[in-house]
């Protein structure tokens, strides 16, 4: 009788041994080793997050340089101040690169209009060749400083001459950031004759060029 339950009982005890292995040993492994995934799964996500912002921020740092030297530029081209005498030394360097002679030149008192930034409105007198005063009226223009050229008059000199002197007349216009009332506290407005860069601190009535 014994004999007839023993294989039975040996597969009771062979189950009861495959359930004691399967929840005591193998489940938490392999629940372990799930979470181990789930973990690494997470690790390479955050990673990839991290070196995507790590490029975002390279980016916006090359992107800063590039946004400081526009900003830099823009500060030249309409500056803070109405900043007369530094425009009066660099337009009298371009006279004598190109070969004119810078007579005059007149600025009016800043104004505001429209919201915008504030106006200077500039008259120059200058004398030269045709190809000097070509040259010179594109340097003015291609300056740090923003100057616009409204108009040019110009007025042959000795018309019998194969290559007459020109006498020009130019008004112009260039820009601060200053309000109006700052810019005529900066002393705008009022002739003033061009002299040597070397000596800016004195005035001559001496033709530059």
Do not use: C
């Not at 500056?79 to 005498?85: E, I, M, Q, V």
């Not at 530094?86 to 429209?114: E, M, R």
């Amino acid at each position: 009788m014994m004999k007839r339950f023993l294989p039975l009982i040996a597969a009771g005890a062979a189950l009861l041994i495959v359930a004691v292995w399967y929840f005591a040993l193998y489940a938490p492994k392999n629940s372990d080793l799930s979470k181990a995934h789930d973990d690494l799964s997470a690790a390479e996500a955050s990673g990839q997050t991290l070196r995507a912002q790590l490029s975002n921020l390279r980016g916006l740092e090359a992107n800063r340089a590039k946004q400081q030297a526009v900003l830099q530029k823009l500060s030249a081209a309409v500056p803070p101040t109405p900043d007369l005498a530094s425009f009066i030394l660099q337009a009298n360097d371009i006279a004598t690169q190109s070969g004119v002679n810078w007579l005059q030149v007149s600025p009016s008192q800043p104004s505001a209009a429209g919201g915008g930034p504030t106006t200077i409105t500039l008259t120059m007198q200058l004398e030269g060749g045709f190809y000097q005063v070509y040259d010179y009226l594109n340097r003015l223009e291609n300056m740090q400083r923003l100057v616009l050229v409204d108009t040019v008059n110009v007025t042959a000199k000795g018309a019998a001459s194969p290559l007459p002197v020109l006498s020009v007349a130019v008004t112009a216009r260039m820009f601060t950031r200053a309000t109006a009332q700052t810019g005529t506290n900066a002393g705008a407005g009022g002739a003033t004759t061009p002299t040597s860069p070397a000596a800016p601190q004195t005035t001559s009535s001496t033709r530059v060029g």
